[in-house]
């Protein structure tokens, strides 16, 4: 299985953009269809998008849509979160995940999660 290290959370202010980290360590990167999911304060995880093997194609929660766009770049076993134009409510911790199927399936591997807070 693939480790998963996100990075680049922070504090940022209601309008403003963030881009978000995943970097990969071990074998066949470019075999995983990658996840991002977030978890709000006090809620449940809940699943933002996802990013094909080769990165061409793309799927988003509706709620983001038009203002989150992932991207990847296999060479760099890295998976990218870009989030613009946030709002309060997209503060919560942001997860990474990697599964080796594009419909249904688990996601096998895991990050810890990094921090994003929205200020008013």
């Known amino acids: 299985q693939v480790q998963l290290l996100e990075s680049g959370g922070g504090l940022v202010q209601a309008g403003g953009s963030l881009r978000l980290s995943c970097a990969a360590s071990?074998?066949?990167?470019?075999?995983?269809?990658m996840g991002w999911f977030r978890q709000p304060p006090g809620k449940e995880r809940e699943f933002v998008g996802r990013?094909?093997?080769?990165?061409?194609?793309?799927a988003y929660v509706d709620s983001i849509k038009g203002r989150f766009t992932i991207s990847r770049d296999n060479a760099k076993n890295t998976v990218y979160l870009q989030m613009n134009s946030l709002k309060p409510e997209d503060t919560a911790v942001y997860y990474c995940?990697?599964?080796?199927?594009?419909?249904?399936?688990?996601?096998?591997?895991w990050g810890q999660g990094t921090q994003v807070t929205v200020s008013t």
């Open positions: 995940a990697a599964r080796s199927t594009w419909l249904g399936g688990e996601y096998v591997s």
């Open positions: 071990g074998r066949s990167f470019s075999s995983y269809v």
């Open positions: 990013i094909s093997w080769s990165g061409d194609l793309t």
